[in-house]
T-cell receptor, first 115, second 118 residues
Framework: GAGVSQSPSNKVTEKGKDVELRCDPISGHTALYWYRQRLGQGLEFLIYFQGNSAPDKSGLPSDRFSAERTGESVSTLTIQRTQQEDSAVYLC?????????????FGAGSRLTVL | AQKITQTQPGMFVQEKEAVTLDCTYDTSDPSYGLFWYKQPSSGEMIFLIYQGSYDQQNATEGRYSLNFQKARKSANLVISASQLGDSAMYFCAMREDTSTGANSKLTFGKGITLSVRP
């Protein structure tokens, strides 16, 4: 696609429920990132996929968070047993990979509200 | 230690004047890239400018320029002729390159809020 697509754009859930957030990167982009942004705060790195390499999961805040990516396409971020502190905008971004600047293109984000 | 430091909590600038947004970084890697992004109230992340660690000249993109001082590990963003539409949150970010040349994750600073006064 022309840009990074994220769904849902808004999700309201009850504490304790599981949620799945989807990211469809730009076609051909080998690198894909997930970030979390709480209200008025900066971007908190969660996970990074680069081609067929093992993902960098160093930013996942707890074992309730997991993410998968099928090849160089869609990625899903799953949050199990959601807590109120999980409320945030979850941003996905991708870039081409390889040499060069590799500027990240961001999606519009998925706003998660945990009641 | 924080990789990217943005300490200015909020900046105000008069329309048509220039403003500098500060960013310092911490890395021991010789190869890295520095980025600035803008996030208006709509929430979208807009790429502004990039500087590679080996670039000899400071990067410029229209009204944006990056004052890159490698020895001081600073990468300040300069916006010339500020416009009302420049009011937004501005994030500095760094990507450290591995010894194999592969990219590693992009780390963001906490951001700076810029308000342009008419």
């Amino acid at each position: 696609g022309a840009g990074v697509s994220q769904s849902p754009s808004n999700k309201v859930t009850e504490k304790g429920k599981d949620v799945e957030l989807r990211c469809d990167p730009i076609s051909g982009h080998t690198a894909l990132y997930w970030y979390r942004q709480r209200l008025g705060q900066g971007l908190e790195f969660l996970i990074y996929f680069q081609g067929n390499s093992a993902p960098d999961k160093s930013g996942l805040p707890s074992d309730r968070f997991s993410a998968e990516r099928t090849g160089e396409s869609v990625s899903t971020l799953t949050i199990q047993r959601t807590q109120q502190e999980d409320s945030a905008v979850y941003l996905c971004a991708s870039h081409e990979g390889g040499a060069g600047a590799n500027v990240l293109t961001f999606g519009a984000g998925s706003r998660l509200t945990v009641l | 230690a924080q990789k990217i430091t943005q300490t200015q909590p909020g900046m105000f600038v008069q329309e048509k004047e220039a403003v500098t947004l500060d960013c310092t970084y911490d890395t021991s890697d010789p190869s890295y890239g520095l980025f600035w992004y803008k996030q208006p109230s709509s929430g979208e992340m807009i790429f502004l400018i990039y500087q590679g660690s080996y670039d000899q000249q400071n990067a410029t993109e229209g009204r944006y320029s990056l004052n890159f001082q490698k020895a001081r590990k600073s990468a300040n963003l300069v916006i010339s002729a500020s416009q009302l539409g420049d009011s937004a949150m501005y994030f500095c970010a760094m990507r450290e390159d591995t010894s194999t040349g592969a990219n590693s994750k992009l780390t963001f600073g906490k951001g700076i809020t810029l308000s342009v006064r008419p």
